[in-house]
């Protein structure tokens, strides 16, 4: 208890606010590579992203906040791939890779608000593979670029979220491998 006084003494209430609403963030985030299903997975990222943007603007940091609503949108807008003619269509993820490069025009303020902006531009391409082990491998590297954001801007559970997505996207790699006949 004296621990979170000292937080609170040091970065305020709305600190910790974010920083709870962050660790049910990432729940949703760490166990979505662990579902079998691509809508399942992305649903459930879609969740995490709404949660990430209202912990990024209570922390001030407006280019992880309106790429993770944008990121939101988009993934349920993904959840119905191969169900949909319009998300099907390569157009889709180029007007998602749009909407991240004129967002981060918008929020431009340093060379590290770039990193979200770029990762996010990656992964409306990754995501909208149906394929779930090419989602999971090529998430490694835009995770990275959120990992750097994310101490950047002091978001501590964020930071925490990232390397343990990075073990559990191993880990789903790991578990639905096709096994090879030797």
Known sequence: MEKINSI?????????????ISIIASLFLLFSYQMKKHRTILLMQSISG???????MLIGAPEGAICNFVGMARSFTYSFRTRSKI??????????????????????????SLLPICAMIISSFVTWNPKTQQLRALTLPTSM???VYNASCGSVVAVITELSSEVSII????????????
């Not at 970065?11 to 974010?18: E, F, Q, T």
């Not at 709404?50 to 990024?56: E, P, S, T, V």
């Not at 981060?104 to 590290?112: E, K, Q, V, W």
């Open 171 to 182: 880990i789903g790699l790991i578990r639905f491998r096709k096994k090879r006949n030797t």
């Open 8 to 20: 609170i003494a040091e970065k305020g209430i709305i600190y910790l606010i974010s920083q709870i």
């Open 87 to 112: 998300v099907d269509h390569i157009a889709c993820p180029i007007f998602f890779a749009v909407v991240f490069g004129c967002c981060g025009i918008y929020t431009y303020s340093s060379l590290f």
């Open 50 to 56: 709404m949660l990430f943007g209202i912990q990024y």
């Open 145 to 147: 670029m959120w990992l």
